[in-house]
């Protein structure tokens, strides 16, 4: 075994650690109704199961072409489960509603894409490896378990608590994140299906405003998930809040950002319109638009 194979290894247990962390303290003051385990750490083991039965079709066939599916369908499982044999309350069914309907968009979109322009360069060193690609999938399960975890507690709680102010900010916090992710990705989508533009870095549209606006809309969504369940929240059940800091860490500090900004860097750095773009635009939140 490699290093980068026991590392991987020892990724995948923290993985497992944090996950049983998370389902423990969600499951606290929560409805137990599945043979005794409560319905949030169900929740948990699907997600982990779901993205292991995948990982098996995928390492057999060396493909990752099925991975962001799985965490779309992985989302929408838990939010049927939660709903089934949580509380169908008002509170449930509207946070039941917006992961239901990101997770529908953003699956398919993503799909979609890696169908059109084939395998994700991300996954090449890591597919012949069976630790570090099954820790990819183990990280993806653990992904949904903590971005959900908040709506999640929320829908499982065994004492519902009544709709509020809080609900509407929230409900008008993800509509806003919503609509900057779903028209960056179809700005950038429709950018690239212009073959004037092969090669080239889109900075038009939202993407003048931020060089990740998808990235902006993705966090502030989640952020508006977490301010409609926290009201349903006690105890124990607050350490689910890690679901936005968890997101805006992840895509902002490992796998988001970093990692474009780095290609970005590397494929266009000694262009200087490239070099004036990253000088006047921002990284992540939004601004108008402004002279170099």
């Not at 005794?36 to 060396?62: D, E, K, M």
């Not at 012949?128 to 378990?145: A, D, I, K, N």
């Not at 902006?216 to 989640?222: D, K, M, R, Y």
Request: glycine share 10%; proline share 5%.
């Amino acid at each position: 075994m490699t290093k980068a194979e026991r590392q991987a290894a020892l990724a995948t247990v923290a993985i497992f650690a944090v996950g049983a962390g998370i389902a423990w303290a969600g499951s606290q003051g929560g409805v137990a109704t599945v043979g005794g385990w409560p319905v949030f750490a169900a929740c948990a083991a699907l997600s982990f199961l779901i993205n292991g039965a995948v990982f098996i079709h995928a390492y057999t066939r060396q493909t990752e072409h099925f991975f962001d599916l799985t965490g779309s369908i992985t989302y929408l499982t838990l939010v049927v489960v939660a709903l089934t044999l949580g509380n169908a309350d008002p509170r449930a069914l509207i946070l039941g509603t917006l992961i239901g309907v990101w997770a529908l968009r953003l699956g398919t979109f993503l799909f979609q894409r890696i169908r059109r322009d084939g395998g994700d360069g991300r996954f090449d060193a890591l597919k012949p490896s069976f630790p570090r690609f099954f820790m990819t999938w183990m990280l993806q399960g653990l992904w949904v378990l903590l971005t959900a975890a908040c709506a999640l507690a929320a829908m499982t709680t065994a004492t519902p608590v009544p709709l509020g102010g809080f609900a509407l900010v929230g409900v008008a916090l993800w509509l806003v994140g919503f609509g900057v992710e779903v028209t960056a990705d179809r700005q950038k989508q429709a950018f690239r299906a212009q073959p004037e533009n092969e090669g080239r870095f889109i900075q038009t549209g939202l993407w003048a405003w931020s060089r990740h606006p998808n990235y902006f809309g993705e966090i502030t969504l989640w952020i508006g998930v977490a301010v409609v369940a926290l009201p349903a929240l006690a105890g124990w059940q607050y350490a689910t809040l890690i679901s936005p800091v968890f997101v805006y860490l992840l895509l902002t500090r490992i796998s988001g950002v970093p990692l474009l900004e780095a290609r970005g860097k590397k494929r266009w750095g000694d262009d200087p319109a490239y070099q004036a773009y990253r000088e006047k635009t921002p990284v992540l939140m939004p601004r108008p638009p402004r002279s170099a």
